[in-house]
Each structure stands twice: as C-alpha cells, then as structure tokens.
C-alpha cells in the first residue's frame, strides 16, 4: 500500500515540484517533509492543517470563511488579503460591504499568467457552488 501512495504523489507532488508535497503544501525551511516518502495519509493531513491556518486567517468572515480558505490555499492568501503593494481584492471588499452577489468575482480567480484558463474557471465554479452558504 505504502508503494501505490508514493507512486501517488511522484507525479505532479512527488519529486519534480518540489518545495510542493502532498497536495499542494508548499514546504516552509521549519518543515522535514520528503516528498519521496510522503503517502497519500500525510499528504491529506497536511491539507487539512493548511486549510484549517487560512481558516483560523479568514475567521471574522462568518459564513464566507470556508469559500474564502478554499479559494486562499489555490491562490495564496495575501491575493485576498492584499499586501503593502497590493490592494484588497473586489471579492473581500464586496464582502466586507455585506454584498453577497460575489459570484462572478469569484470566478475570476481563474487565470495563469494574464491569462484566463478554463479548467481553472470550472474548478473555481464547482468550488463556489460547493462552499458557497446561501
């Protein structure tokens, strides 16, 4: 068993992405995670646990919390957050206006170097409806 799982991740989390490992964790220089030994159990619990920091990050958000953790671990927390050089993103402000029609800003969460791609538009659809609290 211990075989198919690092057969799992030696495609695109295995070796070839690294500082990626398990699911998309990106490793920090405190963490000794190696991603020839990593198993599908590790990789889960580690997406758990970064779910659950942009959880803790998105807390005040009430019922949002959950769609805006998901939508921070595919694109990075501080594109919704905004930096020093960075504004806020349309989505957090729209919400933080009480404006629950963030559906198409949202979806536009979708492109790769300027460009919008439609795998990633479908992804970000089936995660809206999913996470989305009406």
Known sequence: M???CIKHFEG???VRAWP???YGHQ???SERYSAR???RKQGDLLLRLDLMRNLYLFRGYGKDALLLSVLA???GPYAILGTSKRPKSRLLRKIERGDRNIYTDY???CRWK???VPSIKFRRQVEFDLFFVR
């Open 2 to 4: 211990a075989v198919a």
């Open 12 to 14: 695109w989390h295995g």
């Open 20 to 22: 990626y490992v398990g």
């Open 27 to 29: 490793v920090q220089k």
């Open 37 to 39: 030994t990593m198993t």
């Open 73 to 75: 671990y595919n694109v």
């Open 107 to 109: 979806v536009s969460f």
């Open 114 to 116: 300027g460009r919008q």
